[in-house]
């Protein structure tokens, strides 16, 4: 059996619902580009969207909450 595996996968590090960012961890994965919209997940149910602004630093980048919300450990990937 052959599980494919989206290249473009990392978790919510840490999150300031005041200022409505996260950072995204993706360590020792590809990193998502500016700009790019990503969907936030819990458990398996799309509960926000992102949007990547950068900075990006060692497997870790910035991006705007733009929809819902995210919590830490929260998987990100694409639609």
Same mark, same amino acid.
């Given at each position: 059996?052959?599980?494919? &595996? ?8 840490? &999150? ?17 580009? #500016? ?16 949007? &990547? ?7 870790? #980048?910035?991006?705007?909450? &733009? ?13």
């Amino acid at each position: 059996m052959l599980t494919l &595996v989206n290249p473009l996968q990392g978790r919510v590090a840490s &999150v300031n619902m005041s200022l409505r960012f996260v950072v995204l961890d993706f360590a020792l994965k590809q990193l998502p580009s #500016i700009d790019q919209r990503l969907g936030v997940y819990r458990q398996g149910l799309k509960v926000g969207e992102l949007k &990547v602004t950068g900075p990006e630093r060692g497997g870790n #980048i910035v991006a705007d909450l &733009v929809a819902g919300e995210a919590r830490v450990g929260d998987e990100v990937r694409p639609d």
